[in-house]
């Protein structure tokens, strides 16, 4: 059982990296803007509301994303463990996730920091944008969101240091070595 947070700035790998982490551990990586993605490509209410903020690199509105997050972790995949990737984002969004955690009388086991330069991250960025045709992914929106992340999300990081969960990751670099230095660093923290 591993329940885990991915955290960093857009483009640091974070999606890439939970899709690799929940083959190693067997538990569902949990990406909200990859559903908010399908709701807005499926035309349904909330992906219709989402848009607009995804559209201007804004966060879709808390209340809307911990219904979201609350009830996709009552999922029956879940009851082993899961990985978060951009969700919590906001002091709010914490509270919630653990108001969740306490009703289901779970823990995370750690907060995965990945940390990434920021001109490296508005090159990924960028290239995504063309590779994958992303709407949300111009040139100002992705300095906006970069912006909304460090007011907004790198705040977090100090909750979760505090409470000693925090493994800070160098996100750069081949794929399967980011995925070693994680799972390394996670091994080094359950030893501890």
């Given at each position: 059982?591993?329940?885990?947070?991915?955290?960093?700035?857009?483009?640091?790998?974070?999606?890439?990296?939970?899709?690799?982490?929940?083959?190693?551990?067997?538990?569902?990586?949990?990406?909200?803007?990859?559903?908010?993605?399908?709701?807005?490509?499926?035309?349904?209410?909330?992906?219709?509301?989402?848009?607009?903020?995804?559209?201007?690199?804004?966060?879709?509105?808390?209340?809307?994303?911990?219904?979201?997050?609350?009830?996709?972790?009552?999922?029956?995949?879940?009851?082993?463990?899961?990985?978060?990737?951009?969700?919590?984002?906001?002091?709010?969004?914490?509270?919630?996730?653990?108001?969740?955690?306490?009703?289901?009388?779970?823990?995370?086991?750690?907060?995965?920091?990945?940390?990434?330069?920021?001109?490296?991250?508005?090159?990924?960025?960028?290239?995504?944008?063309i590779d994958?045709?992303?709407?949300?992914?111009?040139?100002?929106?992705?300095?906006?969101?970069?912006?909304?992340?460090?007011?907004?999300?790198?705040?977090?990081?100090?909750?979760?240091?505090?409470?000693?969960?925090?493994?800070?990751?160098?996100g750069l670099?081949?794929?399967?070595?980011?995925?070693?230095?994680?799972?390394e660093a996670?091994?080094?923290?359950?030893?501890?």
């Amino acid at each position: 059982m591993m329940k885990l947070l991915l955290i960093g700035p857009p483009g640091a790998g974070k999606g890439t990296q939970a899709s690799k982490l929940s083959e190693v551990f067997g538990i569902p990586a949990i990406s909200t803007g990859d559903i908010f993605r399908e709701n807005v490509k499926n035309q349904t209410p909330l992906g219709i509301e989402a848009k607009s903020y995804m559209d201007s690199g804004e966060y879709v509105p808390d209340e809307l994303t911990n219904k979201l997050v609350r009830d996709r972790l009552q999922n029956p995949d879940c009851v082993n463990g899961f990985l978060l990737d951009g969700y919590p984002r906001t002091a709010d969004q914490v509270q919630e996730l653990d108001s969740i955690l306490t009703e289901t009388k779970s823990k995370l086991d750690a907060v995965v920091q990945l940390t990434a330069d920021t001109d490296e991250v508005v090159r990924r960025l960028a290239k995504r944008a063309i590779d994958q045709g992303r709407s949300d992914d111009t040139e100002d929106v992705l300095r906006n969101r970069l912006h909304v992340y460090e007011e907004q999300t790198a705040p977090l990081i100090s909750v979760y240091e505090s409470r000693g969960l925090l493994v800070k990751v160098d996100g750069l670099g081949e794929i399967a070595d980011v995925t070693r230095r994680i799972t390394e660093a996670l091994d080094s923290k359950n030893k501890n």
